[in-house]
């Protein structure tokens, strides 16, 4: 459904770049040319995001079979933990995986070939918008409302924890070891109790 | 759902986009959504377990949003009285039981603080001493839980201080191993006072691992009429 939606949008794209031809002699030109592109797992992308070891928090479906993609489960924090979720009204921060393998839940890491600013956002429900710098004043993303979970990532490394986001982006030079990353959860009084599944938007920019 | 849509749009114009301004180098912009999954637990079942006793069912309880709720005031069923006595030591004992319902060793302590701006406040100023809460732990000494010690509960407070983090003594926070519980009493330090007054403020606890590590931060509704 979504992978859909998104490939509507980038037709749309494509056939009004060729509407703005129709100026001179030829009125129409319909060409196909082939863009070569490898689409890899998360932990070999330009954006590389790898978790140190699959954990019951943080897992990745290994290809061929799975689909590479970075997977965060907190439901399952650890066996041994007897509580079986997060405090409401309350602010909740995880800086390793459960069974202690890595010093962080996952790391994020510059594999293209020049300086890029990182910074995370929780996708919400709401018609507020927020910006996801940097990136052009039109491409904002709904922010999550007061009544609804948000998920903040930091440098496990920053004594601060100060958030990874739009308005402190993490510049990440290539070359450059992953920095740690640890997720806070915070989670309001009017959140039901039970599972909850939130999106998180990563977002990689050149400088 | 509506939204949903709305925010995958953006995403294929913002494809687009960039693609455009490709040209120049190799990558210029990578964004990427990725889901978290995680549950939500009211205080009893939670990480950090937080449990009213039942003997004092009156004065501590789970409040509809599932969370730990303190109340010394007229609302007390059964009760005629309005509050706690003014100039006098009012506890109550075994009130609630703090369990590290998570698979690490926690310390935990508790601060107050004002529920408009989450400033550290002392909860019963303005003629009163203090609110300690005694917990019992793994030994059988109570400790006031409170920080920091004292009177003077202004001074720090549980959302931006670590007892741990950069700190050589964690007094003032119990040490809970996994699993493991402490009962705690409630002890209200009223002296020397003015009129009648409603206190409602916020009981922050938080509970941290030793090294820099996880660490939870959950507030709770207290209210106390004197």
Do not use: C
């Not at chain 2, 701006?117 to 400790?143: I, M, Q, W």
Request: proline fraction near 4%; charged fraction near 20%.
């Amino acid at each position: 459904m979504k992978r859909r939606n998104l490939l509507l949008g980038l037709g749309t794209a494509a056939s009004v770049g060729t509407g703005v031809i129709g100026t001179g002699a030829v009125s129409q030109i319909t060409a196909d040319r082939e863009f070569n592109l490898s689409i890899v797992q998360d932990q070999d992308a330009y954006l590389g995001i790898q978790s140190s070891t699959p954990t019951d928090l943080v897992g990745e479906n290994s290809p061929p079979t799975g689909s590479g993609i970075i997977q965060i489960d907190l439901t399952e924090f650890n066996d041994l933990a007897v509580g079986s979720g997060f405090n409401k009204r309350a602010t909740t921060e995880l800086t390793d995986p459960a069974d202690r393998s890595g010093p962080a839940l996952f790391t994020v890491q510059n594999q293209s070939d020049r300086d890029i600013q990182f910074a995370a956002a929780t996708v919400g429900d709401t018609d507020d918008l927020q910006d996801i710098r940097p990136i052009g004043a039109d491409e904002k993303i709904p922010k999550p409302a007061d009544d609804q979970i948000q998920i903040e990532l930091f440098d496990v490394t920053d004594n601060q924890r100060k958030a990874i986001n739009q308005n402190t982006p993490r510049t990440l030079e290539p070359g450059e070891i992953g920095i740690g990353i640890g997720v806070r959860v915070i989670v309001p009084s009017s959140v039901e109790t039970g599972e909850h599944n939130v999106t998180v938007l990563l977002r990689a920019t050149e400088l | 759902m509506a939204n949903r849509r709305k925010f995958l749009a953006g995403i294929g114009a913002l494809a687009s986009g960039s693609a455009a301004a490709v040209g120049t180098g190799a990558v210029s912009q990578i964004t990427a959504d990725r889901d978290f999954n995680l549950r939500i637990a009211q205080d009893q079942n939670a990480y950090l377990g937080l449990t009213p006793k039942s003997n004092a069912n009156d004065f501590v309880n789970e409040a509809s949003d599932g969370t730990l709720t303190i109340d010394f005031t007229s609302s007390v069923s059964g009760a005629s009285g309005q509050g706690v006595n003014n100039r006098a030591d009012t506890t109550l004992a075994d009130a609630f039981q703090i369990t590290n319902q998570s698979d690490r060793k926690l310390y935990v302590w508790a601060g107050f603080a004002n529920p408009s701006n989450g400033n550290a406040v002392d909860p019963t100023s303005g003629g009163a001493r203090s609110v300690e809460l005694l917990a019992d732990g793994d030994n059988s000494t109570d400790k006031d839980i409170t920080y920091p010690g004292g009177e003077d509960k202004t001074s720090k407070s549980a959302t931006t201080t670590s007892r741990v983090l950069g700190q050589t003594s964690t007094a003032g926070a119990i040490e809970l191993g996994s699993g493991n519980s402490a009962d705690v009493d409630i002890r209200l330090l009223v002296y020397g006072s003015n009129n009648p007054r409603n206190s409602n403020f916020l009981t922050v606890f938080r509970a941290e691992e030793d090294d820099p590590g996880s660490t939870t931060i959950s507030d709770h509704q207290f209210n106390v009429n004197i």
